[in-house]
């Protein structure tokens, strides 16, 4: 499986960028398509995951803000509004396998100014 993400860039605060993420090979074998962030000098983090029945898991801190969708070709996309300077990062497409081996993207970096 290999995922490619897109849809990175600098934005202002309080804008929006939508982020996309590609699947290719073996993507029915997907159960949760999702993605994560790493800031400089922090751990990478869970931002938000979809499951293929459409159950959706946000962390705290993007809730109300982002929203995870997936489509039937398994590309999966992640809308970020009302964006804050905090949620600079790399962002990173991550997809689980139903038996539970994981893939990881590219990341696409994001920057927000204040």
């Known amino acids: 499986v290999q995922l490619q993400a897109f849809g990175g860039g600098l934005v202002q605060a309080g804008g929006f960028l939508r982020l996309s993420c590609a699947t290719s090979?073996?993507?029915?074998?997907?159960?949760?398509l999702g993605w994560h962030r790493q800031a400089p000098g922090k751990q990478r983090e869970l931002v938000a995951a979809?499951?293929?029945?459409?159950?959706t898991n946000y962390a705290d801190f993007v809730k109300g803000r982002f929203f995870v969708s997936r489509d039937a070709r398994n590309t999966v996309y992640l809308q970020m509004n009302s964006l804050q300077p905090e949620d600079t990062a790399v962002y990173y497409c991550?997809?689980?396998?139903?038996?539970?081996?994981?893939?990881w993207g590219q990341g696409t970096l994001v920057t927000v100014s204040s």
């Open positions: 979809i499951t293929d029945g459409g159950t």
């Open positions: 991550h997809a689980r396998a139903y038996w539970g081996q994981e893939h």
């Open positions: 090979g073996n993507v029915f074998s997907l159960n949760i």
